[in-house]
């Protein structure tokens, strides 16, 4: 056959791109009651074959149906049968050569992947789908990340055995510790701790586990086979795939029963190997090859997908699509989004715009690549430098805040702001105000808003932050990097855009300091639930500054204005002190303005709140200082490593409906002021 580079030359040509563009959305398999019907591009095929199974591993076909050859390089063949639970594959001839190949468009498959099902999509919904609803989106969108397996594999758990490491653990919304009845894990736990949404790793089809295998095999995923079918080491039957459709569906209903919306971690970057579905069907069309023959690896994961080639684009488009109508997904993170093209990302904001409304589902990603990519035809990244190009409601993790608060994720001894860099200073303000001023970038690579940024200090990529401090302050005893992790999470949570981070960060989760643990052991990589009560101090400072975050509308503001509010700004070496303008559209707001000061030295630091009315809303130790009213004299100091949040009691306070501003009666009543209260000097000794 031809070479990487003869393809990509006949794929350029105005020929091709005239005879083989297809713009309907139909390919793959329909079946319903009314018939079933199969449509395969493949546009140099010579022929191409369907073959049925009664399985989906082993034996052999029981017809062979050759197809017919279409318009625009489909191929099709249709049943007036509902074929549902048939499984299928094809048979393709290139220039003499026979092509055994899976549906690249398939949305249910066998044990592993390797050949396609035919599925009626009706049969698989639960019991009250036509129902599913995602929750009311709130002030502030808090994004925790999850793998289904580490979820639920740990025994301390307590979850039933034979859903621990699948779909259905997320279907137990009332597990405990080790099942005593008393300390909430998993659903609960999540619920307790107000996060909002729960991004899933990887959970479509992928190769690196073997779904006939042992359950302690672990991968995180990253690793494409099917774009548009759920993974079956995650459901109880993965032989028979309308289980594992059925099962994900379940967990994602019951997530969003419990009031988290449900992001999915997609990675249209690059497949498991070039040896794809994309690439039987249709060779080197799905796939980046520079001028010289090279096949572009800037994924580092040998190949990487063209996006900017019209059914490629087509093709990532329709599968998100397809995920959320189908699953009801409501959010996206894009790994390697910086290997996508600008116009694809817009496309895709575009069209989620128009079916759910402005905004409506997160769409984000990593604005970077691992190595230089053979992008074609003048398409441009979707990399950090090009987010200016990108629209406002497609957001990037921000490396620049994670590096500056806890040091470089690559450069594992390299410390941050928190555990003692000289230096950072600058770039901390910054990252309060999601990086949204005139001295970051130039006028078109500039971050339009804080509804563009993922502000976070970890993920599952790198060092957990509790390895990172460890690793950076080998001298320090646990009760100063627990200190430091206090100060992390009130850091990063006192900055403008969404907040992002991995699970247990808020129990000080280890993975021994193994700073890649993608294949590594599902003892390692499992939520350890028992480690997150004994860490409950922890977990409680977590808890309080995401419940204090939603009542704060001046960092929870998104618009392009935002970083406006941030004023008043001191810096000193190793402190940094800002107010923000805490007014809300309602007018109802409990306090009108804020104090932020970071001290990350090892001595108490002297601070001026000018004014009065200046109320503790959290510090170094308690996050939920907010809940009662303690004034402070204007003369006041922070106390070491640690961040002070102060709030200035509106002239007038009151109640009102919507917005951010809004509060309970309940929460009115925690938070009822004090007048008569006194005022003292805040030196509270740090833990």
């Given at each position: 056959m031809k070479t990487a580079l003869e393809w990509k030359k006949y794929y350029s040509s105005p020929e091709f791109r005239e005879h083989y563009i297809y713009d309907k959305n139909d390919l793959g398999v329909s079946c319903t009651d009314s018939g079933t019907s199969f449509k395969l591009w493949s546009p140099s095929a010579d022929s191409v074959t369907l073959n049925l199974y009664q399985e989906g591993s082993g034996g052999e076909a029981y017809t062979h149906i050759p197809m017919k050859r279409e318009d625009k390089g489909v191929w099709s063949w249709s049943s007036d049968r509902n074929l549902h639970g048939a499984y299928y594959d094809y048979s393709l001839i290139f220039e003499g050569e026979s092509v055994r190949s899976a549906d690249p468009y398939a949305y249910a498959c066998g044990v592993n992947g390797r050949r396609s099902m035919a599925v009626d999509l009706k049969r698989t919904d639960p019991e009250g789908w036509e129902n599913d609803r995602a929750p009311e989106k709130g002030a502030e969108q808090i994004i925790y990340e999850l793998h289904v397996k580490e979820?639920?594999?740990?025994?301390?758990?307590?979850?039933?055995?034979?859903?621990?490491?699948?779909?259905?653990?997320?279907?137990?919304?009332?597990?405990?510790?080790?099942?005593?009845?008393?300390?909430?894990?998993?659903?609960?736990?999540?619920?307790?701790?107000?996060?909002?949404?729960?991004?899933?790793?990887?959970?479509?089809?992928?190769?690196?586990?073997?779904?006939?295998?042992?359950?302690?095999?672990?991968?995180?995923?990253?690793?494409?086979?099917?774009?548009?079918?759920?993974?079956?080491?995650?459901?109880?039957?993965?032989?028979?795939?309308?289980?594992?459709?059925?099962?994900?569906?379940?967990?994602?209903?019951?997530?969003?029963?419990?009031?988290?919306?449900?992001?999915?971690?997609?990675?249209?970057?690059?497949?498991?190997?070039?040896?794809?579905?994309?690439?039987?069907?249709?060779?080197?069309?799905?796939?980046?090859?520079?001028?010289?023959g090279r096949i572009s690896n800037g994924s580092a994961c040998g190949n990487d997908?063209?996006?900017?080639?019209?059914?490629?684009?087509?093709?990532?488009?329709?599968?998100?699509?397809?995920?959320?109508?189908?699953?009801?997904?409501?959010?996206?993170r894009f790994d390697l989004m910086g290997l996508l093209d600008v116009d694809l990302m817009n496309?895709?904001?575009?069209?989620?715009?128009?079916?759910?409304?402005?905004?409506?589902?997160?769409?984000?990603?990593?604005?970077?690549?691992?190595?230089?990519?053979?992008?074609?035809?003048?398409?441009?990244?979707?990399?950090?430098?090009?987010?200016?190009?990108?629209?406002?409601?497609?957001?990037?993790?921000?490396?620049?805040?994670?590096?500056?608060?806890?040091?470089?994720?690559?450069?594992?001894?390299?410390?941050?702001?928190?555990?003692?860099?000289?230096?950072?200073?600058?770039?901390?303000?910054?990252?309060?105000?999601?990086?949204?001023?005139?001295?970051?970038?130039?006028?078109?690579?500039?971050?339009?808003?804080?509804?563009?940024?993922?502000?976070?200090?970890?993920?599952?990529?790198?060092?957990?932050?509790?390895?990172?401090?460890?690793?950076?302050?080998?001298?320090?005893?646990?009760?100063?990097?627990?200190?430091?992790?206090?100060?992390?999470?009130?850091?990063?949570?006192?900055?403008?855009?969404?907040?992002?981070?991995?699970?247990?960060?808020?129990?000080?989760?280890?993975?021994?300091?193994?700073?890649?643990?993608?294949?590594a052991p599902i003892a390692l990589n499992r939520l350890d639930w028992k480690q997150a009560w004994e860490n409950q101090p922890l977990v409680e400072y977590y808890k309080g500054l995401i419940a204090l975050r939603t009542r704060l509308p001046g960092l929870c503001d998104k618009s392009a204005r935002a970083s406006e509010r941030i004023g008043n700004v001191e810096i000193s070496d190793g402190m940094v002190s800002f107010e923000v303008d805490n007014r809300s559209e309602t007018g109802c707001q409990k306090w009108d303005r804020l104090k932020i000061i970071y001290n990350r030295t090892r001595e108490y630091r002297h601070v001026m709140a000018k004014g009065s009315r200046w109320t503790v809303l959290c510090d170094g130790e308690d996050s939920r200082l907010w809940t009662s009213v303690k004034y402070v004299s204007p003369d006041l100091k922070a106390a070491p490593q640690s961040v002070l949040i102060l709030g200035r009691l509106a002239e007038k306070t009151g109640g009102g409906t919507g917005g951010m501003g809004d509060m309970t009666a309940g929460v009115a009543a925690d938070m009822e002021a004090d007048d008569t209260a006194g005022t003292e000097t805040w030196e509270k000794q740090a833990v």
């Amino acid at each position: 056959m031809k070479t990487a580079l003869e393809w990509k030359k006949y794929y350029s040509s105005p020929e091709f791109r005239e005879h083989y563009i297809y713009d309907k959305n139909d390919l793959g398999v329909s079946c319903t009651d009314s018939g079933t019907s199969f449509k395969l591009w493949s546009p140099s095929a010579d022929s191409v074959t369907l073959n049925l199974y009664q399985e989906g591993s082993g034996g052999e076909a029981y017809t062979h149906i050759p197809m017919k050859r279409e318009d625009k390089g489909v191929w099709s063949w249709s049943s007036d049968r509902n074929l549902h639970g048939a499984y299928y594959d094809y048979s393709l001839i290139f220039e003499g050569e026979s092509v055994r190949s899976a549906d690249p468009y398939a949305y249910a498959c066998g044990v592993n992947g390797r050949r396609s099902m035919a599925v009626d999509l009706k049969r698989t919904d639960p019991e009250g789908w036509e129902n599913d609803r995602a929750p009311e989106k709130g002030a502030e969108q808090i994004i925790y990340e999850l793998h289904v397996k580490e979820f639920s594999w740990d025994p301390s758990g307590g979850f039933p055995e034979k859903y621990r490491g699948k779909y259905k653990a997320f279907t137990c919304p009332d597990t405990t510790l080790f099942g005593d009845g008393i300390h909430p894990t998993g659903m609960g736990y999540m619920k307790d701790l107000g996060v909002t949404h729960v991004q899933i790793m990887p959970a479509y089809d992928y190769g690196s586990v073997n779904e006939a295998g042992k359950d302690t095999e672990f991968n995180w995923g990253y690793d494409p086979v099917n774009y548009n079918v759920p993974e079956g080491s995650y459901s109880t039957d993965p032989a028979h795939g309308e289980v594992r459709i059925r099962e994900m569906k379940e967990m994602i209903q019951a997530l969003h029963s419990q009031g988290f919306r449900v992001i999915m971690d997609v990675v249209y970057n690059h497949t498991y190997s070039l040896d794809s579905w994309f690439q039987r069907t249709a060779p080197w069309y799905f796939y980046r090859v520079f001028d010289d023959g090279r096949i572009s690896n800037g994924s580092a994961c040998g190949n990487d997908v063209a996006s900017e080639r019209e059914m490629c684009a087509k093709y990532i488009l329709e599968s998100v699509l397809y995920w959320t109508e189908e699953y009801h997904i409501d959010g996206f993170r894009f790994d390697l989004m910086g290997l996508l093209d600008v116009d694809l990302m817009n496309r895709i904001r575009r069209e989620l715009d128009v079916r759910y409304g402005k905004g409506e589902k997160l769409l984000f990603g990593e604005p970077w690549a691992a190595a230089e990519t053979a992008i074609e035809g003048g398409a441009v990244q979707a990399l950090k430098k090009n987010m200016r190009l990108l629209d406002e409601n497609i957001g990037m993790f921000c490396d620049d805040t994670r590096d500056a608060v806890k040091g470089s994720a690559l450069k594992i001894k390299r410390p941050g702001f928190i555990n003692g860099a000289p230096g950072k200073e600058n770039d901390i303000i910054q990252s309060t105000r999601a990086w949204c001023t005139p001295q970051h970038g130039s006028a078109d690579a500039g971050v339009k808003a804080p509804s563009q940024v993922i502000t976070y200090v970890s993920a599952h990529d790198n060092q957990t932050l509790w390895d990172k401090l460890a690793e950076t302050l080998p001298e320090a005893d646990a009760a100063e990097r627990m200190r430091l992790n206090r100060m992390a999470a009130a850091l990063y949570m006192t900055c403008q855009g969404n907040l992002f981070f991995l699970s247990g960060e808020e129990f000080a989760r280890t993975k021994n300091g193994l700073e890649d643990s993608f294949n590594a052991p599902i003892a390692l990589n499992r939520l350890d639930w028992k480690q997150a009560w004994e860490n409950q101090p922890l977990v409680e400072y977590y808890k309080g500054l995401i419940a204090l975050r939603t009542r704060l509308p001046g960092l929870c503001d998104k618009s392009a204005r935002a970083s406006e509010r941030i004023g008043n700004v001191e810096i000193s070496d190793g402190m940094v002190s800002f107010e923000v303008d805490n007014r809300s559209e309602t007018g109802c707001q409990k306090w009108d303005r804020l104090k932020i000061i970071y001290n990350r030295t090892r001595e108490y630091r002297h601070v001026m709140a000018k004014g009065s009315r200046w109320t503790v809303l959290c510090d170094g130790e308690d996050s939920r200082l907010w809940t009662s009213v303690k004034y402070v004299s204007p003369d006041l100091k922070a106390a070491p490593q640690s961040v002070l949040i102060l709030g200035r009691l509106a002239e007038k306070t009151g109640g009102g409906t919507g917005g951010m501003g809004d509060m309970t009666a309940g929460v009115a009543a925690d938070m009822e002021a004090d007048d008569t209260a006194g005022t003292e000097t805040w030196e509270k000794q740090a833990v």
